[in-house]
């Protein structure tokens, strides 16, 4: 049985309405059911009504579903609303945040181009374009991400794309977006910008000038840490040639984690709010206490690119970084003296997440490399959860007091 629904209600059709409505409503289409909740479309393929149907949405002549592989209702959904977030003409889902970095590499890229990428990015970012893309011609440089001069000089005449975190990970770098924007457009190429850890609801690239937004949905997107996914958003003449890698290549998400995202989404700029507010308290907190040598946190007054920070976010975000005494002994002290915060690298979670980036993250990078990245042996990182507060920083003063025993 079907029920009738007023179509003039569709939240597809939203126009002029603020972030926390769209992160609610933007992109759901809704069935003849007329279900209230997003419908997860488990099936690989669709059925058509003729063999000339079947050929005609084949060639693209006719809108509609044919695959799972790059067409999928759900994923569509999900597509959408971040799309409206992030304020991009068209967003393409994938199946993790490193495939939607390949993704858009494959799609924009060809043999014989130049990629900037800034120094400090993830540690699998930099390990995909150092092992794979270079053996296929693809050439690669690493400027600094905050210095403007050194982008400027990096710049080559076959310069395609640069691609920055900002802020980056672990050490909440940032990087003037507007200003390398302008530069990269400058040189006739296009800004790529990963904004994993700020999230459309802190910080909108394309509103700066950038031309695609990155995402690791796996992180704040989700929020819960249950589902890998990842998201190329921009303009729609290079989102196509992205939808064509994908369906060509096939790195597609999933419905359900497409699903499990869109309700991350819906408490997105909450959370966000929650997690920088506890972060920073966090911060202050740390650059306070005995044996805690440097903090790294970009909502703190002694962090040199404060001001930046807040022209260009509307929170600091959930990272916080933070080089303790004892070399790598006492960062390992610290962390295993802890009883509550986890142990694992992700982020992005409703629960603290603790990390010793210099030999998990970025263990794979040479010494050299990791120390012109500013990754040193007594750095730890916090990825501030949802747990009250003080339970978090109890937490910590347990793992900081085994630091008196190293
Ligand atoms: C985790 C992460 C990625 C990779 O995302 P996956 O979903 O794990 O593949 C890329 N960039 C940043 C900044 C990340 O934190």
């Known amino acids: 049985m079907t029920q009738e629904w007023d179509a003039g209600r569709l939240d597809s059709d939203l126009g002029g309405v603020g972030f926390d409505t769209l992160a609610v409503r933007a992109g ?28 005609a949405r084949f060639g693209g002549e006719v809108p509609g579903n044919v695959y799972s592989r790059y067409t999928n209702p759900t994923v569509r959904m999900f597509e959408e609303r971040i799309a409206a977030l992030e304020g991009a003409e068209q967003a393409v889902a994938t199946a ?8 858009m590499v494959m799609s924009l890229c060809s043999s014989g181009d130049h990629v900037l990428v800034s ?7 930099i390990s995909l374009f150092e092992k794979y893309l270079k053996r296929f011609g693809v050439q690669v440089d690493y400027p600094p991400l905050a210095d403007l001069d050194g982008w400027r000089a990096a710049f080559k005449p076959n310069t395609r794309l640069a691609f920055v975190e900002s802020p980056s990970n672990p050490l909440a770098e940032l990087v003037d977006i507007a200003a390398l924007a302008e530069i990269t457009h400058a040189h006739g190429a296009l800004l790529a910008v990963d904004n994993c850890f700020c999230t459309p609801a802190l910080q909108q690239p394309l509103k700066l000038g950038a031309d695609i937004v990155i995402h690791s ?28 890698f994908l369906r060509t290549a096939g790195p597609t998400l999933s419905p359900f984690n497409a699903w499990v995202f869109l309700k991350g989404l819906e408490t997105l700029r909450v959370r966000m709010r929650a997690h920088s507010e506890s972060a920073l308290e966090l911060a202050q907190w740390l650059e306070g206490q005995p044996g805690v040598e440097r903090v790294y946190y970009s909502g703190l007054a002694s962090h040199p690119q404060h001001e930046l920070a807040k022209r260009q976010q509307k929170a600091f975000g959930a990272v916080v970084s933070f080089e303790v ?9 610290v962390i295993d003296a802890t009883r509550m915060i986890s142990i694992t690298t992700n982020l992005g979670d409703t629960k603290t997440t603790i990390a010793h980036p210099a030999t998990t993250s ?43 025993t190293v």
């Open 28 to 55: 759901q289409q809704r069935t003849p059911e007329g279900e209230h909740g997003e419908p997860l479309f488990f099936t690989s393929s669709y059925v058509f009504r003729t063999a000339a149907d079947a050929a």
């Open 96 to 103: 993790s945040g490193m495939s939607a970095i390949l993704a």
């Open 119 to 125: 120094r400090s990015v993830f540690g699998s970012t």
């Open 217 to 244: 949905a796996t992180k704040y997107i989700d929020g819960q840490g249950r589902c890998l996914g990842g998201v190329v958003a921009g303009r729609a003449a290079q989102m196509a040639e992205v939808v064509g």
């Open 325 to 333: 005494a004892g070399g790598k002994a006492g960062a390992w002290a």
């Open 362 to 404: 970025h263990g794979r990078l040479s010494q050299q490399d990791r120390e012109r990245a500013g990754i040193h042996d007594n750095l730890i990182r916090v990825a501030v959860g949802l747990e009250d507060i003080d339970d978090i920083k109890a937490d910590l003063a347990l793992g900081l007091a085994a630091l008196r």
